[in-house]
Antibody
Framework: QLQRWGAGLLKPSETLSLTCAVY????????WTWIRQAPGKGLEWIGE???????NYNPSLKSRVSISLDTSKNQFSLKLSSVTDADTAVYFC??????????WGPGTLVPVSS | QSVLTQPPSVSGAPGQTVTISCTGDTTNIGTGYDVHWYQQLPGTAPKLLIS???DRPSGVPDRFSGSKSGTSASLAISGLQTEDEAYYYC???????????FGGGTNLTVL
Protein backbone atom coordinates (compact mmCIF):
# COMPACT_ATOMS: atom_id res chain seq x y z
CA GLN A 1 0.00 0.00 0.00
CA LEU A 2 1.28 3.45 -0.89
CA GLN A 3 0.23 6.75 0.62
CA ARG A 4 1.55 10.12 -0.42
CA TRP A 5 1.53 13.69 0.82
CA GLY A 6 2.98 16.98 -0.25
CA ALA A 7 2.41 20.58 -1.21
CA GLY A 8 -0.71 21.71 -3.05
CA LEU A 9 -0.87 24.85 -5.20
CA LEU A 10 2.49 26.05 -6.51
CA LYS A 11 3.59 29.18 -8.32
CA PRO A 12 5.82 29.08 -11.41
CA SER A 13 9.52 28.66 -10.56
CA GLU A 14 8.78 26.98 -7.21
CA THR A 15 9.81 23.42 -6.32
CA LEU A 16 7.29 20.59 -6.14
CA SER A 17 7.86 18.21 -3.24
CA LEU A 18 5.99 14.97 -2.63
CA THR A 19 6.63 11.99 -0.36
CA CYS A 20 5.24 8.50 -0.57
CA ALA A 21 5.19 6.00 2.29
CA VAL A 22 5.32 2.27 1.71
CA TYR A 23 3.29 0.07 4.02
CA UNK A 24 3.74 -3.69 3.95
CA UNK A 25 5.89 -5.83 1.70
CA UNK A 26 9.58 -5.70 1.01
CA UNK A 27 11.13 -2.29 0.38
CA UNK A 28 14.24 -3.76 -1.18
CA UNK A 29 12.85 -5.81 -4.04
CA UNK A 30 11.30 -3.05 -6.06
CA UNK A 31 11.88 0.22 -7.89
CA TRP A 32 9.93 3.05 -6.30
CA THR A 33 8.48 5.22 -9.03
CA TRP A 34 6.81 8.53 -9.73
CA ILE A 35 4.37 8.88 -12.63
CA ARG A 36 2.25 11.89 -13.54
CA GLN A 37 -0.86 12.62 -15.57
CA ALA A 38 -1.67 16.10 -16.82
CA PRO A 39 -5.41 16.96 -16.81
CA GLY A 40 -7.14 15.03 -19.58
CA LYS A 41 -3.84 13.54 -20.76
CA GLY A 42 -1.99 10.26 -20.63
CA LEU A 43 0.57 8.89 -18.21
CA GLU A 44 4.19 10.05 -18.07
CA TRP A 45 6.97 8.19 -16.25
CA ILE A 46 9.03 10.63 -14.19
CA GLY A 47 11.64 8.38 -12.64
CA GLU A 48 12.48 5.72 -10.09
CA UNK A 49 14.79 4.74 -7.26
CA UNK A 50 15.73 1.37 -5.79
CA UNK A 51 16.60 0.42 -2.23
CA UNK A 52 20.29 1.15 -2.73
CA UNK A 53 19.57 4.66 -4.02
CA UNK A 54 20.18 4.02 -7.70
CA UNK A 55 17.99 6.33 -9.79
CA ASN A 56 16.69 6.56 -13.35
CA TYR A 57 14.97 9.66 -14.68
CA ASN A 58 12.96 10.56 -17.76
CA PRO A 59 15.40 12.48 -19.99
CA SER A 60 12.75 15.14 -20.60
CA LEU A 61 12.69 15.99 -16.89
CA LYS A 62 16.15 14.90 -15.77
CA SER A 63 17.59 18.38 -15.30
CA ARG A 64 14.82 19.30 -12.83
CA VAL A 65 14.04 16.02 -11.04
CA SER A 66 15.42 14.40 -7.92
CA ILE A 67 14.10 11.23 -6.29
CA SER A 68 15.40 10.18 -2.90
CA LEU A 69 14.53 7.60 -0.29
CA ASP A 70 14.53 7.16 3.45
CA THR A 71 14.85 3.45 4.13
CA SER A 72 14.46 3.94 7.88
CA LYS A 73 10.92 5.22 7.28
CA ASN A 74 10.15 3.22 4.10
CA GLN A 75 9.51 6.46 2.26
CA PHE A 76 10.61 7.93 -1.05
CA SER A 77 10.32 11.49 -2.25
CA LEU A 78 10.09 13.53 -5.44
CA LYS A 79 11.40 17.02 -6.02
CA LEU A 80 10.74 18.84 -9.28
CA SER A 81 12.31 22.26 -9.52
CA SER A 82 11.41 25.37 -11.53
CA VAL A 83 7.84 24.25 -12.17
CA THR A 84 5.69 25.81 -14.89
CA ASP A 85 2.03 25.50 -15.85
CA ALA A 86 3.01 22.42 -17.88
CA ASP A 87 3.84 20.60 -14.65
CA THR A 88 0.24 20.79 -13.45
CA ALA A 89 -0.74 17.15 -13.10
CA VAL A 90 -1.89 14.37 -10.83
CA TYR A 91 1.25 12.79 -9.42
CA PHE A 92 1.21 9.10 -8.58
CA CYS A 93 3.72 7.06 -6.63
CA UNK A 94 3.94 3.43 -7.68
CA UNK A 95 5.85 0.21 -7.06
CA UNK A 96 7.87 -0.93 -10.03
CA UNK A 97 8.92 -4.49 -10.76
CA UNK A 98 10.52 -5.59 -14.03
CA UNK A 99 9.40 -2.35 -15.62
CA UNK A 100 5.75 -2.58 -14.77
CA UNK A 101 3.84 -1.00 -11.91
CA UNK A 102 1.73 -3.28 -9.77
CA UNK A 103 0.81 -1.07 -6.83
CA TRP A 104 -0.17 2.58 -7.13
CA GLY A 105 -0.83 5.32 -4.62
CA PRO A 106 -4.05 7.33 -4.91
CA GLY A 107 -2.54 10.30 -6.73
CA THR A 108 -2.41 13.97 -5.79
CA LEU A 109 -3.27 16.93 -7.99
CA VAL A 110 -0.56 19.59 -7.96
CA PRO A 111 -1.73 22.77 -9.69
CA VAL A 112 0.82 25.33 -10.84
CA SER A 113 -0.58 28.80 -11.34
CA SER A 114 0.54 32.34 -10.90
CA GLN B 1 2.86 12.88 -28.31
CA SER B 2 3.12 9.47 -26.67
CA VAL B 3 5.87 7.02 -27.62
CA LEU B 4 3.33 4.20 -27.95
CA THR B 5 0.28 4.78 -30.15
CA GLN B 6 -3.23 3.74 -29.17
CA PRO B 7 -6.62 4.54 -30.73
CA PRO B 8 -8.30 7.36 -28.77
CA SER B 9 -11.53 5.41 -28.38
CA VAL B 10 -13.20 2.07 -28.98
CA SER B 11 -16.70 0.89 -28.25
CA GLY B 12 -18.73 -2.28 -28.11
CA ALA B 13 -22.01 -3.68 -26.92
CA PRO B 14 -22.34 -5.77 -23.76
CA GLY B 15 -21.20 -9.32 -24.41
CA GLN B 16 -19.10 -8.40 -27.44
CA THR B 17 -15.31 -8.55 -27.79
CA VAL B 18 -13.20 -5.46 -28.38
CA THR B 19 -9.52 -5.13 -29.12
CA ILE B 20 -7.26 -2.20 -28.29
CA SER B 21 -4.04 -1.87 -30.25
CA CYS B 22 -0.72 -0.46 -29.09
CA THR B 23 1.93 0.35 -31.68
CA GLY B 24 5.55 1.01 -30.84
CA ASP B 25 8.82 0.75 -32.71
CA THR B 26 12.24 -0.87 -32.63
CA THR B 27 13.33 0.91 -29.44
CA ASN B 28 10.55 -0.59 -27.34
CA ILE B 29 8.03 -3.29 -28.29
CA GLY B 30 9.94 -4.26 -31.43
CA THR B 31 13.02 -5.11 -29.38
CA GLY B 32 10.98 -7.64 -27.43
CA TYR B 33 10.42 -5.66 -24.27
CA ASP B 34 7.33 -6.72 -22.36
CA VAL B 35 4.07 -4.86 -22.80
CA HIS B 36 1.83 -4.15 -19.83
CA TRP B 37 -1.74 -2.88 -19.71
CA TYR B 38 -3.53 -0.73 -17.14
CA GLN B 39 -7.18 0.11 -16.54
CA GLN B 40 -8.04 3.54 -15.16
CA LEU B 41 -11.52 4.34 -13.91
CA PRO B 42 -12.46 8.03 -13.62
CA GLY B 43 -10.79 9.76 -10.70
CA THR B 44 -8.75 6.75 -9.66
CA ALA B 45 -5.20 5.49 -10.05
CA PRO B 46 -4.41 3.09 -12.87
CA LYS B 47 -4.70 -0.60 -12.05
CA LEU B 48 -2.39 -3.24 -13.52
CA LEU B 49 -4.48 -5.41 -15.81
CA ILE B 50 -1.95 -7.42 -17.83
CA SER B 51 1.78 -7.75 -17.23
CA UNK B 52 4.54 -9.25 -19.36
CA UNK B 53 2.45 -9.35 -22.51
CA UNK B 54 -0.23 -11.75 -21.26
CA ASP B 55 -0.03 -12.41 -17.53
CA ARG B 56 -3.07 -11.55 -15.45
CA PRO B 57 -2.50 -10.47 -11.84
CA SER B 58 -4.60 -12.24 -9.26
CA GLY B 59 -8.19 -11.04 -9.39
CA VAL B 60 -8.23 -9.94 -13.03
CA PRO B 61 -10.90 -11.86 -14.94
CA ASP B 62 -9.81 -14.09 -17.81
CA ARG B 63 -12.00 -11.97 -20.10
CA PHE B 64 -8.90 -9.78 -20.39
CA SER B 65 -6.02 -11.05 -22.50
CA GLY B 66 -2.94 -9.61 -24.15
CA SER B 67 -0.84 -10.46 -27.17
CA LYS B 68 2.22 -9.09 -28.93
CA SER B 69 3.68 -9.36 -32.40
CA GLY B 70 6.49 -7.37 -33.96
CA THR B 71 6.25 -3.73 -32.95
CA SER B 72 2.63 -3.96 -31.77
CA ALA B 73 0.57 -5.38 -28.95
CA SER B 74 -3.13 -5.80 -28.32
CA LEU B 75 -5.50 -6.03 -25.40
CA ALA B 76 -8.67 -8.05 -25.96
CA ILE B 77 -11.70 -7.79 -23.73
CA SER B 78 -14.34 -10.45 -24.26
CA GLY B 79 -17.83 -10.62 -22.82
CA LEU B 80 -17.93 -6.83 -22.42
CA GLN B 81 -19.58 -5.55 -19.26
CA THR B 82 -20.69 -2.04 -18.39
CA GLU B 83 -18.11 -1.91 -15.60
CA ASP B 84 -15.37 -2.27 -18.23
CA GLU B 85 -15.95 1.35 -19.27
CA ALA B 86 -12.62 3.00 -18.52
CA TYR B 87 -9.40 4.27 -20.04
CA TYR B 88 -6.84 1.62 -20.97
CA TYR B 89 -3.11 2.32 -21.27
CA CYS B 90 -0.32 0.19 -22.69
CA UNK B 91 3.23 0.52 -21.35
CA UNK B 92 6.65 -0.86 -22.19
CA UNK B 93 10.34 -0.14 -21.70
CA UNK B 94 12.16 2.02 -24.24
CA UNK B 95 15.90 1.77 -24.67
CA UNK B 96 16.30 5.30 -26.01
CA UNK B 97 14.41 6.81 -23.06
CA UNK B 98 15.97 4.19 -20.79
CA UNK B 99 12.72 4.07 -18.92
CA UNK B 100 9.04 3.34 -19.08
CA UNK B 101 6.90 4.69 -21.89
CA PHE B 102 3.11 4.73 -22.13
CA GLY B 103 0.50 4.88 -24.83
CA GLY B 104 -1.81 7.86 -24.96
CA GLY B 105 -4.73 5.84 -23.62
CA THR B 106 -7.93 4.45 -25.14
CA ASN B 107 -11.39 5.29 -23.86
CA LEU B 108 -13.62 2.22 -23.92
CA THR B 109 -17.35 2.85 -24.14
CA VAL B 110 -19.79 0.01 -23.57
CA LEU B 111 -22.87 0.89 -25.61
Amino acid sequence: QLQRWGAGLLKPSETLSLTCAVYGGSFSTYYWTWIRQAPGKGLEWIGEINHSGSTNYNPSLKSRVSISLDTSKNQFSLKLSSVTDADTAVYFCARGFHWHFDVWGPGTLVPVSS
Amino acid sequence: QSVLTQPPSVSGAPGQTVTISCTGDTTNIGTGYDVHWYQQLPGTAPKLLISSDNDRPSGVPDRFSGSKSGTSASLAISGLQTEDEAYYYCQSYDNSVRGAVFGGGTNLTVL
